[in-house]
């Protein structure tokens, strides 16, 4: 039971390293002068970890993935609900 509460804290981990990364690189990439080295080597990176992160948490067993996957899931969504809300442009048409 314990390795089951792990895997989903695990996850939950993984999420907001992914999607808090995501976040971070979104704001790093606009004001720099190549956006899309920022984009290709977060993306690079943060698949990397997760992916390894899901790999090692599983351990081979699918109930592990499952709740790791649950972890990653309840992670975008508390992200996406307190993270900071975009400026709306005024000078947009």
């Not at 992914?18 to 698949?47: C, H, I």
Request: with cysteine; net charge positive; proline share 4%.
């Amino acid at each position: 039971m314990a390795g089951l509460i792990l895997s989903l804290i695990v996850g939950m981990a993984l999420g907001l390293f992914f999607f808090g990364g995501l976040w971070w690189t979104v704001r790093k990439a606009t004001t720099s002068t190549n956006p899309a080295l920022w984009f290709l080597g977060s993306v690079m990176l943060r698949m990397t970890v997760v992916m390894s992160g899901f790999y090692v948490v599983m351990a081979g067993d699918w109930r592990r993935l499952c709740l790791a996957l649950l972890g990653f899931i309840i992670a975008r969504m508390l992200i996406t609900h307190f993270s900071p809300s975009p400026q709306v442009n005024s000078h947009a048409p």
